[in-house]
């Protein structure tokens, strides 16, 4: 059974990693995809080609998720392209700028939280009217199970997270009246480009934390993802659903 057919989605940050893996597993369900990148070109027309050949509507679009006006101009050029119809957003796109807060920039600081937070303000105003027009959509925000418990080294990037959740609940109360739902993901460590970055050591005990032992893989975010952007999902909103192998049980 195809749960997305016909469905037009919006995911931020889809040239590699998880963004990749939801954009791949929408497209097998039927939905027609819109995704952006930063600046990883090749991948992401790599990409546009792969999910076109599967017989859906798909386009990259350069777009960076911190800017605001970005954002305004990418959703009036999806709804130019995609029939006037955005069905779901995956606020996906995120960087990490590790540090103790001792050796912390405020560059850091702030390029975190402006990538990873404020895109999704960006991002959900920007879908926003459309949404409420059709009486229908569905927000997916990708935290993390760092913004739920914290994470020594990472204060910038858990309080990014944390806001988003923060940000997914009020979403979800301010337009569940008119069928919009939001909610967020907390995927644990999942294995990509993004984790490649970490020590072994630290990679190590991860995974020894993890009751499933081994880390997640991009398709295990992509099917949470897709149960939250379809009507399996249809009296599901506000919340957080961990993808982490059991990590925070
Ligand atoms: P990744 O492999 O580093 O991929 C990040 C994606 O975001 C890329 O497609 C990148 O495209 C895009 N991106 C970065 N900055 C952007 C910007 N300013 N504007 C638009 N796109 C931008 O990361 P990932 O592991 O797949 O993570 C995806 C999301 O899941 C992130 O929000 C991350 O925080 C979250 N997450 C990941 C894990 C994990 O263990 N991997 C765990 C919890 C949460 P360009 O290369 O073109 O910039």
Not at 17 to 36: P, Q, R, Y
Not at 121 to 147: D, Y
Request: contains cysteine; hydrophobic residues 45%; proline residues 2%.
């Amino acid at each position: 059974m195809k749960l997305l057919e016909g469905k037009n989605a919006i995911i931020t940050g889809a040239s590699r990693g998880i963004g990749m893996g939801i954009a791949k597993v929408f497209a097998e369900h039927g939905a027609n995809v819109a995704f952006t990148y930063s600046s990883s070109e090749a991948p992401a027309i790599a990409l546009e080609k792969e999910l076109t050949a599967m017989g859906v509507k798909a386009k990259a679009y350069k777009s960076n998720a911190a800017s605001f006006d970005d954002a305004e101009k990418l959703v009036a050029q999806v709804l130019e392209d995609f029939d006037g119809v955005i069905d779901v957003l995956i606020n996906n796109a995120g960087i990490t700028k590790d540090n103790l807060l001792m050796r912390m920039g405020e560059a850091d600081f702030d390029a975190v939280i402006e990538i990873n937070l404020k895109s999704v303000f960006n991002m959900t105003k920007a879908v926003q009217r459309t949404m409420l027009k059709q009486r229908k959509g569905a927000i997916i925000n990708m935290s993390s199970v760092v913004g739920v418990k914290g994470n020594a080294g990472q204060s910038n990037y858990a309080a990014s997270k944390a806001g988003m959740i923060g940000f997914t609940k009020s979403i979800a109360l301010e337009l569940g009246s008119r069928n919009i739902r939001c909610n967020a993901i907390a995927p644990g460590f999942i294995e990509t480009e993004m984790t490649d970055k970490l020590d072994d050591k630290v990679v190590q005990g991860w995974r020894d934390g993890i009751p499933l032992k081994r880390g997640g893989a991009p398709e295990d975010v992509a099917n949470a993802c897709l149960f939250l952007a379809s009507d399996l999902s249809a009296y599901i909103t506000g919340q957080v659903l961990n993808v982490d192998g059991g990590m925070l049980t």
